[in-house]
């Protein structure tokens, strides 16, 4: 590629303003935007994975304007009047194409793989776990981008009207929301099969640090976007009819054998990233590695916890504490033990908690694990909370509501109050006896937590 010729592309054609779209409009939308990228334990500023799938989610309106800009740059001849003159030259066509391709791919590239530095930065501050497992995620989102810029320019020069760009805009926006995936992290599902639902190269939103795009997903999306590549490429080179129905051979064929190498199975869409969700421990207490650097604030009010809990439970106490990690949906009951406690980073009570605080939640939750399905903030129903607010001031001494949940101080004590008033003229034997009942019960979970706590009265 003549050096010469491809820095006069680079300040001739669009390829400038695709990089600029992509730095300018990436940042905005991260940082000016509220949104699920900001919110819970998968925040793009927290983990790489996390970030690499966020910035991949941006391709939802990226991708489609980086393949209107390609169109609009296939127009240039047409637009200068110029074809039969560029057929006339000794030149190869492919020449052309290939400086052209160069100077889209290299802008493309370099803009997203800045953008990607700048989350890198946000990254590198506050989180301890540091691994390259989320490079292939951001990888192919940049061959996203070319392929479809690429694949624009063909159809701009195969199609030389003033209405191919915005067709194409639209058409690729309209494209990758009908077939992609939306997921609660348990099934991924979409309107259509999910081979072809992942021909989109946009992820679903991000709730879940230890889930990341199987190898068959990198593979299949892979071979599928070099397909769309070399079509757009045959399609700037292209001179006639037959030659332009030909230059469709490496789309179809890509499709194909994506669609062969793409999971079939939802199920195998995502998968458990096993050395970020490998257990790191401080005694009884352990955190996964993509969370270690919360150990340390964690260790002594856990092992504060689990003393207690003996105390009070005995033979029935769990005698360990322990992050979840297994995979759950929106609906889904969470994860509970007779020997450990589960705890979640996305519990609001836990992950904004400190010291007495954070062991009085830990306390709550050992004594009355949490059952319902839970959502937001992971924080479960306003009778479980109360509860375990009930339970944890049995064990130290004075009823608090749990601060970080999604339920209000005043409500939580209105409905604590008459059962930790009743309680607290009950002898301590008999307390403990209807903690116990509470913890077996919760543990199967059956019943009402409160209501067991109050020895089954209606409330």
């Not at 795009?213 to 009819?241: D, Y």
Request: net charge positive; with cysteine; aromatic share 6%.
């Amino acid at each position: 590629m003549n050096v010469r010729v491809l820095r006069i592309e680079l300040r001739r054609s669009v390829a400038p303003w695709a990089g600029v779209m992509v730095l300018a409009t990436g940042p905005a939308f991260l940082y000016l935007l509220s949104g699920p990228w900001w919110r819970g334990t998968a925040l793009w500023t927290t983990q790489w994975t996390s970030m690499a799938l966020w910035t991949r989610f941006l391709l939802v309106f990226l991708w489609p304007l980086a393949m209107g800009l390609g169109a609009l740059q296939g127009l240039r001849d047409h637009r200068s009047k110029m074809p039969e003159l560029l057929t006339s030259t000794p030149r190869p066509a492919r020449h052309r194409a290939g400086t052209l391709v160069g100077a889209t791919a290299i802008m493309l590239t370099s803009a997203f793989a800045l953008l990607v530095l700048l989350c890198s930065v946000e990254v590198l501050a506050d989180t301890a776990y540091t691994h390259l497992g989320w490079l292939p995620i951001s990888l192919v989102a940049a061959l996203a981008l070319v392929a479809g810029a690429v694949l624009g320019m063909g159809l701009g020069r195969a199609l030389p009207s003033s209405l191919t760009p915005p067709a194409l805009v639209v058409a690729a926006f309209v494209f990758i929301n009908v077939v992609r995936q939306s997921t609660d992290w348990s099934v991924p599902t979409a309107s259509v099969p999910n081979q072809l639902s992942l021909l989109s190269p946009v992820g679903a939103e991000v709730r879940d640090v230890f889930l990341t795009f199987s190898t068959s997903v990198h593979l299949g999306q892979t071979v599928w976007l070099l397909g769309m590549a070399a079509t757009g490429l045959a399609l700037l080179i292209a001179a006639t009819p037959r030659a332009r129905l030909l230059a469709l051979t490496p789309i179809l064929v890509g499709a194909a054998v994506a669609l062969l190498v793409l999971p079939a199975d939802p199920r195998r869409t995502y998968v458990v990233d096993e050395a970020a969700a490998a257990l790191v421990c401080d005694g009884p207490v352990c955190v996964t590695r993509a969370h270690q650097g919360r150990l340390a604030d964690l260790a002594a009010p856990g092992r504060k916890a689990l003393n207690l809990l003996k105390q009070t439970l005995g033979d029935q106490a769990p005698d360990s504490l322990r992050e979840t990690t297994a995979p759950r949906a929106i609906g889904d009951t969470p994860e509970r033990s007779r020997t450990a406690v589960f705890i979640d980073f996305g519990d609001g009570a836990i992950a904004s908690a400190k010291g007495e605080e954070l062991t009085r939640a830990l306390l709550g939750q050992g004594l009355a694990p949490t059952c319902s399905a839970r959502s937001e903030n992971e924080s479960g129903t306003l009778g479980e909370i109360a509860a375990q607010g009930v339970a944890a001031g049995l064990v130290l001494g004075d009823l608090r509501p749990l601060d970080g949940t999604l339920h209000r101080s005043r409500d939580q004590t209105a409905l604590a109050a008459p059962v930790w008033k009743e309680l607290k003229t009950l002898p301590r034997a008999e307390q403990l006896e209807r903690i116990r009942a509470m913890h077996t019960a919760a543990v199967s979970c059956q019943g009402d937590p409160l209501d067991n706590l109050n020895g089954g009265t209606s409330r």
